[in-house]
């Protein structure tokens, strides 16, 4: 029987009394991972709630933090959580004057900074936002009484007991990426989280004996409510990734059952082994080759011959058990959201032993919609709608018969955009079905298919819609492309700005003995990014193959503005900075770049 959690302070609790002595949260000091109780975890939690009430927060209050994950960021959300107050979490990425909109347009009392630079902004900032107080900060001397050590001891010698919620009131705001101008303000209530971890219990045959390895960002739905929310309330423990390039290192000491990531880090792992085995002798590739085909056989439910079954037995022995040994040699589940996963790079994760499933939500949905789950599984899809949730597809919003734009109801739905009434009515129908923005299709046995984003959709010249990020995600697969952005609305023609992968191609410099020089200007990468570009859109209609391309050094990264926190592409950004050199080639009469990739 599914647990019915009524608030996510009912959840904290709940877990932290029946698996008071299980590891809960892992982190890494000084080379080796330490791990606190749910029980102590519990005693954090109720010192820090004290800690804030010293300070005024009560219901209502919103608590704003500048954190990567963390222990403290957890204590910090339960706690406020158990005062009725609304926690808003932000990226330690984002630029200042971000934290200060999002401060603002909230009214927030508290914010919490992660480290002494962060803070030190934080406090410049607060002079512009009047709601303001107080500017904590994680990593400050017990002695600083704005420290979260100060407010810990704080509420142990004042404790102040957890309230519990209405599942109408709000838990949090959660602000979109803002791939279009000003990030809004997700606000989700208890209820809404809850009913997706209620969802989640019935579907999931989660653990307390599972564990994570947790980089995707709490501060987004999908880490938070699929990953935090949801492993916590199972008596699941999390180990806290330091830092990105040290993610498959971590991997191997955490060992992880279960990895929640975005496409993005699928991809990698797609590549990074395909490029292991390009180093291998022609045996050991033709059996991982062979392997892989018949173990997307079996997958698949289709019959494998006698000698494949051997093969693939000989495959999953030699090859692929030391491939999941690199991530832990526990990892079971692979959880892929945010963004639609390629079907290429799912069945080839799937094919090395490590179960694949794709859901699907947004930010408004708090975030899960769909899911597939253990025998209702369709790689390709989605899934299925949740327990509680309801699908449709309006077809009138396109003008193909078979995609529509997806439109959700159930418990999940936000209650709205802070401020935004505008935006509410854009959105939410009277009977508060949500219009998703994305664009997919139901097949007949109710999995949905992502197509799309409808306002990514744009129209060339001739009249023929395209919507690149599908797109996108195919080029990518090229072990020489990195990154890709296709481009051509109101043109006559899609053309792409490509940025290569600089590892793969300096090892094909290399073994070719080219020399690379400038890498833009290189008559020998032009060719082979032509090449790469021409077989992975084999698949694409004439229309949608980007027939020219520039090339640029400078990878799309969060940190130059390029990409969301989730690993989106942030267009607007990318065209504010290449829009000319697209522009250039649609008026370029080079025989070269007039070659169709």
């Known amino acids: 029987m599914s647990a019915k959690f009524k608030n996510l302070v009912d959840l904290w609790e709940r877990s932290c009394k029946e698996f008071a002595d299980r590891e809960l949260f892992g982190t890494k000091k000084d080379g080796r991972w330490e791990w606190i109780s749910y029980g102590e975890f519990k005693t954090l939690v109720d010192d820090f709630r004290g800690g804030l009430a010293s300070l005024g927060v009560g219901p209502g209050d919103k608590v704003g933090i500048v954190s990567d994950n963390r222990v403290e960021w957890a204590v910090a959300c339960y706690a406020t959580y ?21 401060l603002d347009d909230c009214g927030a009392k508290v914010v919490i900074g992660a480290k002494a630079d962060i803070t030190a902004k934080l406090k410049k ?13 994680l990593e400050a001397d017990e002695s600083d009484d704005h420290s979260y050590a100060a407010l810990l001891a704080a509420g142990k010698k004042k404790p102040v007991k957890a309230q519990q919620p209405e599942p109408s009131d709000t838990a949090g705001f959660i602000y979109t990426s803002g791939t279009t101008g000003n990030p809004k303000g997700v606000i989700l209530s208890h209820g809404n989280i809850a009913s997706n971890i209620n969802a989640i219990h019935s579907i ?15 501060a987004h739905s999908f880490g938070q409510t699929c990953e935090l929310h949801a492993l916590l309330s199972m008596g699941a423990s999390l180990g806290i990734n330091d830092e990105v390039p040290n993610l498959v290192a971590n991997l191997a000491e955490v060992k992880p059952t279960i990895l929640f990531a975005v496409p993005r880090i699928f991809n990698r ?12 002798p022609g045996f050991i590739q033709s059996l991982f080759r062979a392997g892989i085909q018949n173990a997307t056989l079996k997958n698949a439910g289709k019959d494998v011959s006698l000698f494949g079954g ?13 491939i999941r040994d690199k991530f832990g040699g526990r990892l079971r589940f692979a959880v892929s959201g945010s963004a639609a996963l390629a079907k290429e790079v799912a069945e080839f994760i799937d094919a090395l032993g490590i179960e694949v499933y794709e859901g699907y939500g947004l930010t408004e949905t708090s975030p899960i919609a769909t899911a597939n789950f253990p025998d209702n599984r369709k790689i390709g899809s989605v899934g299925k709608a949740i327990p509680g949730v309801t699908i449709t597809i309006d077809k009138s919003v396109t003008d193909d018969p078979k ?36 664009m997919g299709y139901l097949d007949d046995e109710g999995y949905l298919y992502i197509t799309g984003r409808i306002k990514e959709q744009y129209k060339l010249e001739n009249g023929k819609y395209v919507v690149p990020s599908p797109l996108e995600e195919e080029l990518k697969l090229s072990p020489f492309i990195a990154n890709v952005m296709i481009h051509g609305a109101n043109k006559p023609f899609n053309v792409a ?8 191609l300096k090892k094909w410099a290399t073994e070719t003995g080219v020399d690379l020089g400038s890498v833009e200007k290189s008559d020998k990468v032009r060719d082979l990014l032509e090449k790469e570009l021409k077989e992975r859109s084999a698949g694409f209609k004439g ?54 990739a």
Not at 429 to 437: H, P, Q, V
Request: some cysteine.
């Open 82 to 102: 158990g005062l009725k107050a609304e926690y808003v979490p932000m990226y330690e990425a984002q630029k200042a004057d971000e934290w200060q909109f999002i």
């Open 125 to 137: 900032v607060k002079d512009g936002v009047a709601s303001l107080e107080h500017v904590i900060c």
């Open 204 to 218: 999931f045959p989660f653990s307390p004996d599972d564990r994570s390895l947790s980089f995707l960002p709490w």
């Open 269 to 280: 792992i797609y590549d990074g082994v395909n490029k292991q085995m390009a180093d291998k």
């Open 310 to 322: 051997i093969g693939l037995g000989l495959a999953d022995k030699i090859i692929f058990s030391k």
């Open 403 to 438: 995609n529509g734009e997806i439109l959700i109801k159930g418990p999940n739905i936000m209650q709205g955009y802070h401020n935004r009434d505008e935006e509410n009515a854009k959105v939410l129908m009277e009977d508060r079905t949500f219009r998703s923005g994305d």
């Open 497 to 504: 700005l490509v940025v290569p992968d600089m590892d793969s």
């Open 543 to 596: 229309f949608e193959r980007p027939q020219k391309f520039t090339i640029t050094v400078d990878d799309f990264t969060t940190e130059n503005g390029m990409l969301t926190p989730t690993m989106k592409l942030k267009r607007r950004n990318v065209l504010a900075k290449y829009e000319a050199d697209l522009d250039a080639l649609y008026k370029s009469d080079d025989k070269r770049e007039a070659k169709r």
